[in-house]
């Protein structure tokens, strides 16, 4: 199955500032890559699908790209809500397979 | 507004088996597949498998198989995951989650229920 690796474990960002989540396939996924916020006590929401096409009602500040193995999430400018674990996604490949997840801490 | 509303939690015992429900709502149940993840405490999403609600067809993950079942019924829009044998590291929130495609399995997961944390301590 194919390995998905997230880089760094744990990100600490003040508000305000740009976020940059990494995520590395051990094979090409192709574009099949997608990234989930998810927040303490809450399932995870899909934010991006298709490495760089935001979901329905995600916002702007949140962009994807990437393609073959490796892939970057940006947030632009954070704000409160944004903290949380972020879990990079393979759908290419049986199975499918996440990250391990990034956190993003306030600094 | 699509919903996915799951069963309570569950306290089992080790070698007991768990079925933990998913009630679909706003949208066409037989129309989507629904997968089940769980996430072990403080861990990662781990993929379990799938259920065709239209046809009852699965596709288990292999870590899973032999000891995992996902069922549906179609008159409630209700899907089932059971999962035999329990162990203490299974121990986990349990999810059940939509496919995004309607027409294939896309394995890309675009509404999530709330979770169904399962206990297993003797």
């Known amino acids: 199955e194919i390995v998905m690796t997230q880089s760094p474990a744990t990100l600490s960002v003040s508000p305000g500032e740009r976020a940059t989540l990494s995520c590395r396939a051990s094979?090409?996924?192709?574009?099949?890559l997608a990234w989930y916020q998810q927040k303490p006590g809450q399932a995870p929401r899909l934010l991006i699908y298709?490495?760089?096409t935001r979901a329905t009602g995600i916002p702007a500040r949140f962009s994807g790209s990437g393609s073959g193995t490796e892939f970057t999430l940006t947030i632009s400018s954070l704000q409160s809500e944004d903290f949380a674990v972020y879990y990079c996604?393979?759908?290419?490949?049986?199975?499918?397979?996440f990250g391990q997840g990034t956190k993003v801490e306030i600094k | 507004q699509v919903q996915l509303v799951q069963s309570g939690a569950e306290v089992k015992k080790p070698g007991a088996s768990v079925k933990v429900s998913c009630k679909a709502s706003?949208?066409?149940?037989?129309?989507?597949?629904l997968h089940w993840v769980r996430q072990a405490p403080g861990q990662g999403v781990e993929w379990m498998g799938w259920i065709n609600p239209d046809s009852g067809g699965t596709n288990y993950a292999q870590k899973f198989q032999g000891r995992v079942t996902m069922t549906r019924d179609t008159s409630s829009s209700t899907a089932y995951m059971e999962l035999s044998r329990l162990r203490s590291d299974d121990t986990a929130v349990y999810y059940c989650?939509?496919?995004?495609?309607?027409?294939?399995?896309?394995?890309?997961?675009?509404?999530w229920g709330q979770g169904t944390l399962v206990t297993v301590s003797s």
């Open positions: 996604q393979q759908y290419t490949n049986w199975p499918q397979t």
């Open positions: 094979q090409s996924v192709s574009s099949n």
């Open positions: 989650a939509r496919d995004a495609d309607g027409d294939y399995v896309s394995n890309l997961l675009d509404y």
């Open positions: 706003e949208y066409t149940f037989t129309g989507y597949n």
């Open positions: 298709g490495a760089s």
